[in-house]
């Protein structure tokens, strides 16, 4: 089998494979069988004296970014879809790895198949190889996102890795052992080597579904206090969503920011055993002891689950006003002190963003400021709902 | 159970170890084990203590689990790679050496039983024609000589791991043997292709890839990934079954006795299913209706009528938006149908009630006889199943199967703060619980399942559990 057809079938892999395309975390996604198809043809390009590595492996970036493209196109024109991100990090993924490819064939390092078993080094600076290309991937693409996302570099790559890195392993893993196969099986390799990874695939794409009913049944949770007469319409919706705000401010990771969703979601989920509902379901204009209860009852419920462990945690501290941190030196967690104060101001604005009702607000949030609420976020939050009132007061 | 069964038990782990010791002996004497072969031995033998030492990563629904562990392969490419006895080495130390807390008859079975898998599988292919992997050059050849007496030996493996473990489920449960192995082959057949796909690339590398011991060092990371992601995926899974469960904790808390009453009608609603031989799907979709069917009473207060009402619409409302509720919506909206015209809220009648909410109803209203009210005492369940038949609101099929259902089933009992602490409980049962068809991908039967994340139950409890310790 020639060079040529070896890297077609390649190429058409990196094709097809765009479209087996895992969505995670809600936001990007990755194509697998395509990074390890594009790491495999970076790996198989023939070192030949005389021609420049350096050429070699732009040309082969470019076949890449031919296939990325086409298989894109296919992919969404079958309605799957992609992630641009994704594909910049497969040419990131492609460029180290050509190089470093190019580098071992320069220290003479190749393969032999000697029955001495002395490949295995080989096969292990191929391996290397794959793997740097794709820590150069993550931190390309973390990069890329940090940048768009306006969030803290260290926190994305953190993300980055913890949401990808293992499906990136086991992709690199596979580009390693698809050119190893050549010499044994020929073409059959490309397809037999990504059986794994297509495993892998279908139980994250499963992960990712099961995520996404997780959520549906957190926010019908988050509703119920609605439905059942105790809170205003969309109360906990908007509160979660002022708090994920406040939260990436603040540099939180992905899974606190889930965390603090969950949290800020279920906050009055105590009042389902109140048997009079508070009026307005505010209670920010409840009595401490009746907020203590509400904050009790709600989280008892969730302890039932054993698994929205740390939202209850949190939601234990979500009525500690600011005061005890301050003078008594108390721990309160940024995420509840996060809640206390969206929580307190959606219940002056009754879900307004009229801004009348936005200033009145603040100035009420205002008054207990330092004492109620952690004067920093307050500062946050005006940034947020009142961008103007915050340019008029320095 | 009883000390009777148990010896039953161990009589028939020591036939296992007789058929290990015997064909053992032939391995020995025919396939000599050589220097050549320690080298893979090492590393299969490191495989398969990593593969035996990882937890398995487990999926599980309401209790009943898939679990993902790499062992298999690990056997069948000991098999081919180091011979019959290397099988039955590979097969037998990694599980005698397990490191969890299991009862020695069944730690015993278990090692004797992937003993025979090993051998079986080193047996069949040498018989097959395999040859050994690493004097193998050429894809024709590798395909040929290597692939086909893979796949026989893969198959070979799959057979006796059926018949060892049905043998032990007629000894101990008494249930008729080809039941079992029919129900094994259906329920891990598919995990073995992939056992047999994976060992082949294992081989090929090692072998005619010429990279050895290296080859299981890359192979098993794409493996390791793999069990990984399902392990993320079956902790997902339970947070988000354990989050429904809040649903009904919620209830529990405005209306105190509500979630025992829930889980008794899913149960009922189960059993009733079971006896009208509904599908896996619509099984799934009675139960959620089952467990939540009276959500919506959440909004009701003292002395609001109206709220109680409409409390099947009001329910509807609370779990829109819950895909996998969905289906079940209907049936929470006519469960105070009554098929005479008589109920609520929208009087309708006979068939135009769905047969979910019909067989709620018929749930609900035994269970209310049965349980009784601080005014009237509960019934005996064959008064409470007398008076259902003579309630014309009721669907006679229904109550029918029901009676069907409690004469096989017998009584009932959960009350609320069992159930409601029974969560913690049944997870620690299950991180305990092992099965010795830890089945790589049982999986497949759970990607090979629609987009329901409740549709695929595989019952995978080991006969040896239900043994007395």
Known sequence: MTTMAWLVVLFLLIVVGESAHVRLAGRRGISPIASAAAVAFMLSLPHRPGVSGVVLVLGGVLAVAVASLVGTAIAEAAGIRTSSVDVLGRLTNAVVAGLLAQLVAVTGLERTMEPDGRDWIYAFALWLSALTAAAARAAVVAWWVSRSERRGYVSTVREEVATFGMLSLASATTAVMIVLSREAVGLWGPILFTLPLVLSIAAARRYAHTRQTYRETIAALSRLTDLAGYTTSHHARRVADLAVELGRRRGLSQREMDTLEYAALLHDLGQVALDQPIPGGATVLAAPRDQERIVQDGVGIMRHSGVLEPAAALLTRQAAPYRLMREEDERIPLEARIIKLTNAFDDFTGGSRDPGAVSVALERIQLGLGYEYDPELVDDLIDVVAPRARQRHP | ?469
């Open chain 2, 1 to 469: 159970m009883s000390r009777e069964s148990s010896a039953t038990a161990w009589t028939y782990v020591i036939g296992v170890w007789a058929v290990v010791i015997v064909l053992g002996a032939l391995a020995v004497v025919y396939e000599p084990p050589s220097r050549a072969d320690l080298l893979p031995l090492a590393a299969l033998l490191l495989l398969g203590v990593l593969a035996r030492t990882l937890p398995d990563s487990v999926v599980s629904m309401s209790g009943d689990g898939v679990r993902f562990s790499f062992f298999g392969i690990v056997t069948l490419s000991a098999a081919v790679m180091v011979g019959p006895f290397g099988g039955a080495v590979v097969g037998v130390l990694p599980t005698l050496l397990q490191p969890v807390r299991m009862r020695a008859v069944r730690r015993v079975f278990n090692a004797g039983m992937f003993g025979v898998v090993g051998l079986v599988g080193g047996f069949a292919y040498l018989l097959a024609g395999g040859v050994d992997p690493l004097t193998v050059s050429g894809t024709g050849s590798v395909l040929l000589d290597i692939g086909l007496p893979l796949i026989v030996a893969d198959l070979a493996q799959a057979a006796t791991n059926a018949l060892v473990l049905s043998g032990i489920m007629t000894v101990t449960a008494r249930v008729p043997f080809w039941v079992h192995v029919r129900g094994l082959i259906a329920s891990t057949g598919a995990a073995y292709i992939g056992y047999g796909v994976i060992a082949f690339l294992l081989v090929v590398l090692w072998g005619p890839g010429q990279i050895h011991w290296f080859s299981a060092a890359l192979t098993t990371v794409p493996l390791l990934v793999a069990w990984w992601v399902f392990g993320q995926f079956g902790a997902e899974l339970e947070a988000h079954e354990r989050t429904t469960d809040t649903l009904v904790a919620a209830l529990d808390v405005r209306h105190p006795g509500t979630a025992g009453h829930s889980q008794r009608i899913a149960i009922l609603c189960d059993w009733i299913g079971e006896s009208l031989r509904l599908s896996p799907r619509a099984l799934t979709e009675l139960h959620t209706a089952g467990l939540l069917h009276d959500m919506g009473l959440l909004a009701a207060r003292r002395g609001t009528d109206d709220e109680i009402l409409r409390h099947p619409e009001t329910g509807v409302r609370m779990l829109a938006g819950i895909s996998f509720a969905a289906p079940a919506l209907p049936a929470i909206g006519a469960h105070h149908e009554r098929v005479d015209g008589s109920g609520y809220p929208r009087g309708l009648m006979g068939p135009d009630i769905p047969l979910g909410a019909r067989i709620v109803a018929v749930a609900d209203a035994f269970d209310a006889l049965t349980s009784g009210t601080p005014d009237v005492a509960a019934l005996d369940p064959r008064d409470a199943l007398s008076q259902l038949a003579a309630d014309r609101g009721l669907d006679s099929n229904v109550v029918d199967a029901l009676a069907r259902a409690v004469d096989r089933h017998g009584v009932l009992e959960v009350s609320s703060t069992e159930w409601l602490s029974r969560a913690r409980v049944g997870e620690r049962a299950r991180a305990e619980g092992e099965s010795a068809r830890s089945s790589m991908a049982t999986i497949a039967a759970v990607l090979a399942a629609g987009r329901s994340t409740k549709s695929w139950i595989i019952r995978h409890d080991h006969p040896l559990d239900r043994l007395a310790p």
